[in-house]
């Protein structure tokens, strides 16, 4: 694995509520926990449901957390 010296982040997600984007990861995790489990029992259909369910969820959530960040900046800029 590569260590990261430097990221440049745009000034619209400064205000982006990172503690929020990890919790949706760690849901996510879980999930990819319970769809193993779900697997490893044979129940392959219920687990690639759920898989492509919580990953749509999650580019939704993590997106709206994006969105908030930008109208904030915008907010903050036109004052």
Partial sequence: M???KSVRVPRELETLDLPAVLRECANYLRDLESA???KSQGNRA???ALLKTREADLGRRVGRLVWEARVRFGKTKGD
């Fill in 36 to 38: 193993t489990l779900l």
């Fill in 2 to 4: 590569r260590k990261v």
């Fill in 46 to 48: 219920a687990a690639e």
